[in-house]
């Protein structure tokens, strides 16, 4: 195969983002379509969580919401956590990852 089609690595493969919200958070309504259409721009996996549904432990981790998680998709590095507070830095850093991670690299 030759063209375009031929290029297959695809940055939404590259970085997950999730967003922790809860029900009753009227910040995390908010922020969701701002998140969502970062990840989208930025071809990264998007996934919403709710607060309840994590285990005691990882729910105890949480120190605000709502909460950004970002991590290279599939890996079991560390996440790297954003508040409504450094949504800038979410911003700048997600867009410096897809900018070092073309959409699509030649093979």
Known sequence: MTGPLAKITILSTMT?????????CGRCKT??????AICKMNGA???IIDLESLD???AAMIKSLPTIRVRAAGSS???TVYTTATLDAFK????????????YEDF
């Open 16 to 24: 997950e983002v999730q967003l922790i919200t809860a029900t009753w």
């Open 56 to 58: 005691e432990e990882e």
């Open 92 to 103: 700048q850093d997600l867009t410096a990852k897809s900018l070092a991670h073309p959409a």
């Open 77 to 79: 590095d560390l996440w």
């Open 45 to 47: 996996t998007f996934t």
């Open 31 to 36: 922020i969701k379509p701002e998140v969502e």
